[in-house]
T-cell receptor, first 114, second 114 residues
Framework: GDSVTQMEGPVTLSEEAFLTINCTYT??????LFWYVQYPGEGLQLLLK?????DKGSNKGFEATYRKETTSFHLEKGSVQVSDSAVYFC?????????????FGRGTSLIVHP | DSGVTQTPKHLITATGQRVTLRCSPR?????VYWYQQSLDQGLQFLIQ???????AKGNILERFSAQQFPDLHSELNLSSLELGDSALYFC?????????????FGPGTRLTVL
């Protein structure tokens, strides 16, 4: 089935630094792509998504562009805050027998120091 | 608050026992997903239901089963528990279970098997 690969963490940054978390995918078609974030002690929540090639998802200063040429959906933020410390998951669904199977990357932990 | 509720928050039990985890989806959502999150395996998709019917299966063990009731709440049953089943179990819901759907995650149930 389709899959996603994320860069391993932890990623450690100082406040106001630029963030990139890499995500690449393998897919037979063109699935929608998602970034979810998990804050300590909580469930995952959607950060942003893109449903077709060249779409850019954005939310709370985070952005990611769906690039089919490089099969990537890298997450970026221009200036991180301590409150962005969390685990970030790249995800997609792949179509299988009329249903959609959710597939998540292993997650990338981000630690932002003041 | 995602609108998805899970009970109990914590569960401590012994090997060989059986437990039931409960999930109430967000109002209006017809699809429910179950996940297991552990440090070594990451976030693993277990099973999906849509409007009371099983829609997709992931890495769910035969000792585990689930169902979705007419009121759309769902239960995950784990039996013959082993130490390795200790993990966080998340429920998520989405509107229609489609490949573009956002999933809304509950806060999780932490299962400890002693």
């Amino acid at each position: 089935g389709d899959s996603v690969t994320q860069m391993e963490g932890p990623v450690t940054l100082s406040e106001e630094a630029f963030l990139t978390i890499n995500c690449t995918y393998t897919a037979t078609g063109y699935p929608s792509l998602f970034w979810y974030v998990q804050y300590p002690g909580e469930g995952l929540q959607l950060l942003l998504k893109a449903t077709k090639a060249d779409d850019k998802g954005s939310n709370k200063g985070f952005e990611a562009t769906y690039r089919k040429e490089t099969t990537s959906f890298h997450l970026e933020k221009g200036s991180v805050q301590v409150s962005d410390s969390a685990v970030y998951f790249c995800a997609l669904y792949y179509a299988s027998g009329g249903s959609y199977i959710p597939t998540f990357g292993r997650g990338t932990s981000l630690i932002v120091h003041p | 608050d995602s609108g998805v509720t899970q009970t109990p928050k914590h569960l401590i039990t012994a090997t060989g026992q059986r437990v039931t985890l409960r999930c109430s989806p967000r109002s209006g959502d017809l699809s429910v997903y179950w996940y297991q999150q552990s440090l070594d395996q990451g976030l693993q998709f277990l099973i999906q239901y849509y409007n009371g019917e099983e829609r997709a299966k992931g890495n769910i063990l035969e000792r585990f089963s689930a169902q979705q009731f007419p009121d759309l709440h769902s239960e995950l049953n784990l039996s013959s528990l082993e130490l390795g089943d200790s993990a966080l179990y998340f429920c998520a819901s989405s509107l229609l279970g489609q490949g573009t759907d956002t999933q809304y995650f509950g806060p999780g149930t932490r299962l400890t098997v002693l």
